[in-house]
């Protein structure tokens, strides 16, 4: 069966700082993976999507997640942290059993520090 | 840029009562989804329905469960008899494409189901 793992619970970074959230996944075919972020009181908003091709992928709000098929990783990064990340991560992905069907992960809480 | 509207954003309703649960999905999706997310835990896959029927559904998703498109706009959840673990944040999802597709699911913001 499909799972994900995340491995961090919570992380703490600085505002300005790097960030790289884990996401590790087990699944039999090619992989449709996804990050997606959900602030306080909101939904689950899509950051970004692998599916083929190049194995690093460009979202929104300046993220990208590098699909590294040995490592059975997707990876989410961003290069600078700004308080407005501040919210909780989660790593999906894409069982094709005839229709898409979505596998979470426990999800990472972000949390910036000034 | 469109989105998936759910009502209410908070529910609440005592045990053994049923409880519908309504969502609009993006207008040119055609396959929809339910999700829950028990408080503190991961979110689930109920159930998916294409064509005014269900493609897939969970083993969470069993006889106290139903899915309706009544018309051409609403996907409705529906739980006829809660129970207190039906407590939790249940989300509906679109999509443009299902089979083999390459569309993402949209999500909406959730409905906070509590039962007393």
């Known amino acids: 069966a499909q799972s994900v793992t995340q491995p961090d619970i919570h992380i703490t970074v600085s505002e300005g700082a790097s960030l790289e959230l884990r996401c590790n996944y087990s699944y039999g075919a090619t992989p449709y993976l996804f990050w997606y972020v959900q602030s306080p009181g909101q939904g689950l908003q899509l950051l970004l999507k692998?599916?083929?091709?190049?194995?690093l992928v460009q979202g929104i709000k300046g993220f990208e997640a590098e699909f590294k098929r040995s490592q059975s990783s997707f990876n989410l990064r961003k290069p600078s942290v700004h308080w407005s990340d501040a919210a909780e991560y989660f790593c999906?992905?894409?069982?094709?059993?005839?229709?898409?069907?979505?596998?979470f992960g426990t999800g990472t809480r972000l949390l910036v520090s000034p | 840029e469109p989105e998936v509207t759910q009502t209410p954003s908070h529910q609440v309703t005592q045990m053994g009562q049923e409880v519908i649960l309504r969502c609009v999905p993006i207008s040119n999706h055609l396959y929809f989804y339910w999700y829950r997310q028990i408080l503190g835990q991961k979110v689930e896959f109920l159930v998916s329905f294409y064509n005014n029927e269900i493609s897939e559904k969970s083993e969470i998703f069993d006889d106290q469960f139903s899915v309706e498109r009544p018309d051409g706009s609403n996907f409705t959840l529906k739980i006829r008899s809660t129970k207190l673990e039906d407590s939790a944040m249940y989300f509906c999802?679109?999509?443009?494409?299902?089979?083999?597709?390459?569309?993402?699911?949209?999500f909406g913001d959730g409905t906070r189901l509590s039962i007393l």
């Open positions: 692998y599916f083929s091709g190049d194995t």
């Open positions: 999802a679109s999509s443009e494409g299902g089979r083999y597709s390459n569309q993402p699911q949209h």
């Open positions: 999906a992905v894409g069982a094709w059993t005839g229709f898409q069907k979505l596998v």
